[in-house]
């Protein structure tokens, strides 16, 4: 067996996720399929850095897996690249000791989320951008921006549904970048761990502080007391990517 | 009864084409669908300059509709798009005399089409363009798009499926332009009508051209033969814009 490590880039809008589903097209699906019919029907196992939600797009996802058998890692980019759909990348390809994890040795990841500000949305952005037609005051969304970095308990930030107890994470930056050229506001935040849903959220709640609807100090109060029902809103999948992992 | 013109863009990726089915998500429906809300509940019916397939975008369709009512373009536009998706958008409104109709009095149309010519593609290009990995010889390309100029019986062009007799069309302006920055090689095509699918018969047989694998004069020979089977391929219809449709 040999342990390799793929990144991979993939347009999330036609996929129902990352996580294997029965009978439905996702990420970790697609890639296990290909992987058994180099194996001639032999079942690979893939591990990912994390989900994607559907709908949720990657530059830089990290998957590993046990190849029974040997090859150059260029061989296996080739290999499993001539096997995936056009909306799946393989961009580098390694062979690494057993003792890596794309899970568990996660170090750091950043995340890309795209904000389409135009009044209009261009019809071509519909699933590659969130969209926010309304006032929207960028200096407070800085301001807001310096307060998230730092250890925090992100509470207010996850969606139901996770199942982590432990809800204090580290943000090592978090970045806002409005570009007047396409009207988008790009953020981008990089940190140890992401609760789920917890950039979508962010986002949310970072717009409305740039809206004027939340007090532009709004996350130290979110931070206190602990309660998904104050951070409400959820940004949509489409605007979201995962740029970068790091082990 | 008021009959306004609109011209549309949409992203084709998750539309079954443009023609009304049941049951299925098309844009003619989507729009019908919009209107009749207006009309709380009475049906309008939208024609447009022509159908575009599944998967296949649009800069500029254009649809007309006789609405039982009257208000200013404007509005008509502002209405319309609050109620659309937002893969479609409605780019203006005109009020129009009873003698336009979108298909009947079109003169002229102009389709672009988007190739990527990376040796992989990227993911995010999946649903924009055609692909062709393979050697092209642009120069052979530009050679062959001279004898596309001009009136010719583009039976050899047409797919099975098509009912129209008369195959003879007008192609005043047939262009391509590569793009190094991103590898790109973009066709426009202006004529006078187009008959099923042919664009994309048409550029899959210029990338052969390309390739070398036809002669570079091939188009006068297979204007002669008049024999679908001799063109053969079809690109994809991911690359495929109706850029502009003149009246």
New interface residues.
């Given amino acids: 067996m040999t342990r390799y490590k793929l990144t991979i880039?993939?347009?999330g809008?036609?996929f129902h996720g990352f996580q294997r589903q029965n009978d439905l097209r996702t990420v970790q699906g697609v890639v296990e399929k290909a992987l058994s019919k180099m194996t001639k029907g032999k079942q690979v196992n893939v591990f990912g850095s994390g989900r994607t939600d559907a709908g949720v797009?990657a530059f830089g996802q990290v998957i590993h897996f046990d190849y029974p058998g040997m090859m150059p890692a260029e061989n296996m980019l080739k290999a499993v690249?001539s096997l995936m759909?056009?909306?799946?990348?393989v961009s580098s390809a390694s062979i690494v000791d057993e003792n890596f994890h794309a899970r568990f040795g996660v170090k750091r990841k950043t995340y890309q989320y795209r904000v389409d500000c135009g009044y209009?949305?261009?019809?071509?952005k519909?699933?590659?951008t969130g969209?926010y037609p309304y006032t929207l005051d960028v200096d407070k969304v800085q301001i807001a921006l310096k307060d998230l970095v730092g250890e925090h308990d992100f509470s207010s930030f996850a969606a139901s549904g996770g199942v982590i107890e432990n809800k204090v994470r580290t943000i090592y930056s978090a970045t806002a970048v409005y570009n007047k050229s396409n009207d988008e506001l790009v953020f981008e935040f990089t940190g140890n761990g992401f609760l789920y849903n917890m950039v979508r959220i962010l986002v949310a709640t970072l717009l409305e502080i740039g809206n004027g609807r939340r007090d532009v100090h709004d996350f130290l109060r979110l931070f206190e007391v602990k309660d998904r029902q104050e951070a409400r809103g959820t940004a949509p999948a489409s605007g979201l990517y995962l740029k970068e992992v790091f082990y």
């Fill in positions: 880039s993939y347009d809008t036609k797009h690249n759909p056009l909306d799946i990348l209009y949305t261009d019809p071509f519909r699933f590659y969209h």
